[in-house]
């Protein structure tokens, strides 16, 4: 019989790259469908949520600079060291969510598929979005789509991985940096994916994860000066319209939230979502 003691892990915060614990120092306890204790997880603050902001604006210039074709590799090498994992990402979500190891095994699948069908998207989007616009005139008039910036995000409350994958990876595709409210219920497939992301090839600050209350930290980011974009597809529990005036008052984009087993599901529409047009008149050369 073995005399080896389990040690409980606690679950950091992923910020700029690092995993740091909550300023505040919380832990709330992650338990099972059946109150099984699964591990310890921080509950970041507001003045974690700030942090986070700061690093996705530090990290929006490089990333949005990088060429599409160099983002597709970033995101696809993701997808290839979350497919590496995939063994942990099932087991945390069938203690987690108490399904069983098929139901796991598809989420994980879908997960994957999902990451991989956006990383491809990141080259050829520009190509769909963006037109050539006929004008009255010698000139060549092109619209083109760019990143928004800083994109705020509540995940789905309700699914440990899929939901966040759903929800995190359209922004990323045309440039944009992310902070992320993780599901509170079921938050530790998202700081298993923030390791993923420390190891992959994506810069720090591009996607920032936080854990906790979604109804403490969604008004401070709802709210922030800096943060261009708000998507609160997992925010149908809270006073989400509330969350929509704050967001109002600094000119930001907005997701309403959506529910069910299709919310987030992948469209060229979510990637648009976090998009600005943008366009260049260019004088045509005369013979």
Request: charged share 20%.
């Amino acid at each position: 019989m073995s005399n080896h003691i389990a040690v409980p892990k606690t679950y950091k915060l992923f910020v700029n790259g690092a995993f740091p614990r909550s300023e505040s120092g919380r832990v709330y306890e992650v338990l099972s469908p059946k109150g099984v204790f699964l591990a310890n997880a921080a509950k970041a603050s507001r003045k974690d949520a700030r942090d986070a902001v700061v690093a996705a604006r530090a990290a929006v210039s490089g990333w949005s600079g990088a060429t599409a074709y160099n983002r597709g590799q970033v995101l696809y090498r993701v997808a290839e060291v979350l497919e590496g994992r995939r063994a942990q990402f099932e087991d945390e979500i069938v203690q987690a969510e108490g399904v069983s190891a098929s139901a796991a095994r598809a989420q994980v699948d879908a997960a994957i598929d999902r990451w991989v069908w956006y990383a491809g998207w990141t080259d050829k989007y520009a190509q769909v979005a963006g037109n050539a616009n006929p004008v009255a005139g010698p000139y060549f008039n092109l619209s083109v789509p760019e990143p928004t910036g800083v994109v705020a995000i509540v995940a789905p409350q309700d699914s440990s991985l899929l939901g966040f994958v759903s929800a995190v990876a359209p922004a990323l595709v045309t440039g944009n940096a992310v902070v992320v409210i993780a599901s509170e219920q079921y938050p530790l497939s998202a700081i298993t994916l923030g390791e993923v992301l420390a190891t992959s090839d994506l810069p720090k600050g591009v996607v920032n994860v936080l854990t906790g209350s979604p109804a403490e930290m969604a008004p401070w980011l709802a709210g922030h000066a800096d943060v261009n974009a708000l998507d609160l597809v997992g925010a149908g529990a809270l006073d989400w319209i509330d969350l929509e005036i704050a967001a109002a008052e600094t000119l930001k984009r907005v997701l309403p939230p959506e529910e069910g087993p299709d919310a987030a599901s992948p469209t060229l529409s979510r990637i648009a979502a976090f998009t600005e047009t943008k366009t260049v008149w260019h004088t045509k050369a005369l013979l």
